[in-house]
């Protein structure tokens, strides 16, 4: 059973970092596709950045430079670091998984990913 748990979510001032952490469990295929989403109110759901097993990512042209997606396989987590962030970013924040690696940075819907996690909140006030 894969199981996805985010945290690291929390309020933050426009400018300030965040690092979100999404620990991955009972994973066992050696390819994967992985990304980060937000939601704001309101709002549709919006992919944020994707990584697949052979290090490649991509990145929403709305926080490119400003984030990073990365894994650390030796702790099996996926992590996104935030910098410089703004209000609009205040969102629930959630990771996704999927098997293979092949035309990753494509998958943008909630379709393309068979494992989520259950989200954390980011707030960044002004």
């Known amino acids: 059973q894969v199981q996805l748990v985010e945290s690291g979510g929390g309020s933050v001032q426009a400018g300030g970092s965040l690092r979100l952490s999404c620990g991955v469990s009972?994973?066992?295929?050696?390819?994967?596709?992985m990304a980060w989403f937000r939601q704001a109110p309101g709002k549709e759901r919006e992919g944020v950045a994707t990584l697949n097993s052979y290090g490649s990512s991509s990145y929403a042209d709305s926080v490119k430079g400003r984030f990073t997606i990365s894994r650390d396989n030796a702790k099996n987590t996926l992590y996104l670091q935030m910098n410089s962030l703004k209000p609009e970013g205040t969102a629930m924040y959630s990771c996704?998984?999927?098997?293979?690696?092949?035309?990753?940075?494509?998958?943008?819907?909630?379709?393309?990913?068979?494992?989520w996690g259950q989200g954390t909140q980011v707030t960044v006030s002004s």
């Open positions: 009972g994973w066992t295929a050696t390819t994967y596709c």
């Open positions: 996704a998984a999927d098997y293979g690696s092949y035309g990753c940075y494509r998958r943008q819907d909630r379709a393309d990913f068979r494992y």
